[in-house]
């Protein structure tokens, strides 16, 4: 084995320029034109070939370990921290985490590496279907593209949750909130603080999830519209004469579902670090973890014109953000709703009456803007209870006709008949 020479087409192609000008069949200066070298490094492969035989076309440190190469003890350490404290993170993630707790610089591409050679698996990206590219918006605020992510965010750690996400279409920047579900009250509430934090969109950007796109037929006044149903959150946004936009498919508003993809991947991870165990937490985790991500990955917009509209009126905004239900008002002014009874005490002429729940867990009951006045009925009146009778069956008397019934006495009245009806 000692016999036998590895070499690559790059040196088997210099061994066999160099034998060539050895053997004085070519010239040293058109040895070097071929080999695209100095002639001055043509007659140092000469001499060591002729030294060293076809070994001198080798390079000397071929098989030597790099001075730049990094020691084995941090190897060691790195490899176990990304099978351990930061298992599941794929090379660039780790790389990242390594420098920053743990003051280990290691490329991303050397982590790779590493990784095949000891078989150490992390997620991939799939590879990606066609779609057509659409152009960012060219202003800050001229759409925003909200959705809700399901997913076990603390790992077991809480029970699964939903994030509220909102990204800026022209600047990518994020705002995000948890909730224990996606839903009207989650839409509004994580909207509202949106709009407190930046001001109002000019749309917004969602798919057709019945929080966002109503499954109710059209009413009378709709229809006199020529509009859809709207959902309690769509009534909302048109209220504050924000525009919505529902997305056919998911690829649709993609900016959002990669950013879902890179959080269920970064903000899970970075959680479980800081060891996150609730909701609450988790929301006061984003209120410093956010800014450091938009300072990372923001974009520079085409335009530095801020669309976000200002709010005015900020009194009215906790009555734009309820849900409204219409009822039927009773003949003794009572009110169903949800399961419980409630008595308006106010005298009104009128069918239906409006309640509106809020945020907050305040509840009204209205009828042309105007709060009524109520209380909840907690016990229901009783009616008196009949004492229970065990009804017997009924039987007949002896006398009864049903007793005394004879087969002959059909026939004599059948054959009766007959002779009444030829007679006529």
């Given at each position: 084995?000692?016999?036998?020479?590895t070499?690559s087409?790059?040196?088997?192609k210099?061994?066999?320029?160099?034998?060539?000008?050895?053997d004085k069949?070519?010239?040293q200066g058109?040895a070097a034109?071929i080999l695209?070298?100095?002639q001055?490094?043509?007659r140092?492969?000469?001499?060591?070939?002729?030294?060293?035989s076809?070994?001198g076309?080798?390079h000397?440190?071929?098989?030597?370990?790099s001075?730049h190469a990094?020691d084995?003890a941090?190897k060691h350490k790195a490899?176990?921290?990304?099978?351990?404290?930061?298992?599941?993170?794929?090379?660039?993630?780790?790389?990242?985490?390594?420098?920053?707790?743990?003051k280990?610089k290691?490329?991303?591409?050397?982590?790779?590496?590493?990784f095949?050679?000891?078989?150490?698996?992390y997620?991939?990206?799939k590879?990606?279907?066609?779609?057509?590219?659409?152009?960012?918006?060219?202003?800050?605020?001229?759409m925003?593209?909200?959705?809700?992510s399901?997913?076990?965010?603390f790992?077991?750690r809480?029970?699964?949750c939903v994030?509220?996400?909102?990204?800026?279409?022209?600047?990518s920047?994020?705002?995000?909130r948890?909730?224990?579900?996606?839903?009207?009250?989650?839409a509004?509430d994580?909207?509202?603080?949106?709009?407190?934090r930046?001001?109002l969109?000019?749309?917004v950007y969602f798919?057709?999830?019945?929080?966002y796109?109503?499954?109710?037929?059209?009413?009378i006044?709709?229809?006199?519209?020529?509009r859809?149903?709207l959902?309690?959150?769509?009534r909302a946004?048109?209220e504050?004469?924000?525009?919505?936009?529902h997305?056919?498919?998911?690829?649709?508003?993609?900016?959002i579902?990669?950013l879902?993809?890179?959080?269920q991947?970064?903000l899970?991870?970075e959680?479980?670090?800081?060891?996150?165990e609730?909701?609450t937490?988790?929301n006061?985790?984003l209120?410093?973890?956010l800014?450091v991500?938009?300072?990372?990955?923001n974009?520079e917009?085409?335009?530095?014109?801020?669309?976000?509209?200002?709010?005015?009126?900020?009194?009215?905004?906790?009555k734009?953000?309820t849900?409204?239900?219409?009822?039927?008002l009773?003949?003794d002014?009572t009110?169903?709703?949800?399961g419980k009874?409630?008595?308006?005490?106010?005298?009104?002429?009128s069918?239906?009456?409006?309640?509106?729940?809020y945020?907050n867990g305040k509840?009204l009951?209205t009828?042309?803007?105007?709060?009524?006045?109520?209380?909840?009925?907690?016990q229901?009146?009783?009616?008196p209870k009949?004492?229970?009778?065990?009804?017997?069956?009924?039987?007949?008397?002896?006398?009864?006709p049903?007793?005394n019934?004879?087969?002959?006495?059909?026939?004599?009245?059948?054959?009766?008949?007959?002779v009444f009806?030829?007679?006529?």
């Amino acid at each position: 084995m000692e016999d036998i020479l590895t070499m690559s087409q790059r040196e088997l192609k210099r061994l066999y320029v160099i034998r060539k000008a050895i053997d004085k069949r070519l010239k040293q200066g058109q040895a070097a034109e071929i080999l695209k070298l100095s002639q001055r490094q043509i007659r140092r492969l000469v001499k060591r070939v002729r030294q060293e035989s076809d070994k001198g076309i080798i390079h000397r440190l071929r098989g030597t370990k790099s001075h730049h190469a990094i020691d084995e003890a941090i190897k060691h350490k790195a490899l176990g921290l990304c099978q351990g404290k930061y298992a599941g993170f794929n090379p660039t993630f780790a790389s990242e985490k390594l420098f920053e707790k743990n003051k280990i610089k290691i490329s991303r591409e050397t982590l790779r590496q590493w990784f095949i050679s000891e078989g150490i698996t992390y997620d991939k990206r799939k590879a990606r279907p066609h779609r057509r590219w659409r152009p960012r918006k060219e202003h800050c605020g001229d759409m925003v593209q909200l959705d809700g992510s399901h997913h076990d965010w603390f790992e077991g750690r809480a029970p699964k949750c939903v994030l509220m996400g909102y990204i800026d279409d022209a600047s990518s920047r994020v705002y995000a909130r948890f909730y224990e579900y996606e839903g009207t009250f989650p839409a509004m509430d994580s909207f509202k603080r949106y709009i407190l934090r930046y001001g109002l969109p000019l749309s917004v950007y969602f798919d057709r999830h019945s929080t966002y796109k109503s499954t109710n037929k059209q009413t009378i006044e709709d229809e006199l519209l020529n509009r859809g149903s709207l959902s309690q959150f769509g009534r909302a946004l048109e209220e504050l004469g924000v525009s919505f936009i529902h997305a056919q498919s998911a690829p649709a508003k993609g900016r959002i579902e990669r950013l879902f993809k890179t959080f269920q991947d970064r903000l899970a991870k970075e959680m479980r670090l800081e060891n996150i165990e609730s909701i609450t937490d988790g929301n006061k985790f984003l209120e410093r973890y956010l800014p450091v991500f938009n300072r990372r990955f923001n974009v520079e917009p085409v335009s530095s014109e801020d669309m976000h509209r200002p709010l005015v009126g900020l009194a009215g905004l906790d009555k734009v953000f309820t849900i409204r239900t219409e009822r039927a008002l009773r003949n003794d002014f009572t009110v169903a709703h949800e399961g419980k009874l409630y008595q308006v005490e106010d005298n009104i002429r009128s069918e239906k009456v409006i309640i509106q729940d809020y945020l907050n867990g305040k509840r009204l009951i209205t009828h042309k803007d105007r709060a009524l006045r109520y209380k909840e009925i907690t016990q229901h009146p009783q009616k008196p209870k009949q004492p229970f009778k065990i009804r017997r069956a009924y039987t007949p008397p002896i006398e009864h006709p049903w007793r005394n019934y004879k087969p002959a006495d059909i026939f004599v009245v059948s054959k009766q008949k007959e002779v009444f009806a030829s007679a006529l």
